[in-house]
T-cell receptor, first 110, second 115 residues
């Protein structure tokens, strides 16, 4: 089977840095993705890690350690608009199919 | 502009009724997916299709059916066998590329309510 674990909620203030962790157990693993979803909206793709290490995209970075079955999303210089739910998702071997975690709700306060 | 369109935005179903949710993309993506999202929950995979005229069950396919007769279209039918269909339904598409993952593009969703 496959399972992903993320914290259910994280809070932070504007300008701060926050890290959202994701641990996974899968029968086959090809990579870890991160998506952002605002209330009532559709998820949008943030990043993908197919190899160990850090991927940086502007204020957002994502990290993967396959030996630890662990990854995280790092959000820097937080803004109010970053308040949303963040999902990690595992990509299986030989497919583009994603299995999503239950999501982390980030609340950014002034 | 390229994108993925879901319709309708809101749908109300009576008990025992089948309903079909539309999903159309003009991104020339090979793969398409249907996910279900319940309040405060993650996305659960219903069905996916990697190529025209072929599709596979996801984790919660019971009570649902799909077709993929055209590359652009992947409609989802919620049948009367689905006992708890009230949810937010999301369609997505992606490029099929060996190795690299370019992310999913999602539609804006259909909110289905049983009345």
């Amino acid at each position: 089977g496959q399972s992903l674990e993320q914290p259910s909620e994280v809070t932070a203030v504007e300008g701060a840095i926050v890290q959202i962790n994701c641990t996974y157990q899968t029968s086959g693993f090809y990579g870890l993705s991160w998506y952002q979803q605002h209330d009532g909206g559709a998820p949008t793709f943030l990043s993908y890690n197919g190899l160990d290490g850090l991927e940086e995209t502007g204020r957002f970075s994502s990290f993967l350690s396959r030996s630890d079955s662990y990854g995280y999303l790092l959000l820097q210089e937080l803004q109010m608009k970053d308040s949303a739910s963040y999902f990690c998702a595992v990509r299986g071997v030989g497919t583009d199919k994603l299995i999503f975690g239950t999501g982390t709700r980030l609340q950014v306060f002034p | 502009d390229g994108g993925i369109t879901q319709s309708p935005k809101y749908l109300f179903r009576k008990e025992g009724q089948n309903v079909t949710l539309s999903c159309e993309q003009n991104l020339n993506h090979d793969a398409m997916y249907w996910y279900r999202q319940d309040p405060g929950q993650g996305l659960r995979l219903i069905y996916y299709s990697q190529i025209v005229n072929d599709f596979q069950k996801g984790d919660i396919a019971e009570g649902y059916s799909v077709s993929r007769e055209k590359k652009e279209s992947f409609p989802l039918t919620v049948t009367s066998a689905q006992k708890n269909p009230t949810a937010f339904y999301l369609c997505a598409s992606s490029i099929q590329a060996a190795g690299r993952h370019y992310g999913y593009t999602f539609g804006s969703g259909t909110r289905l309510t049983v009345v």
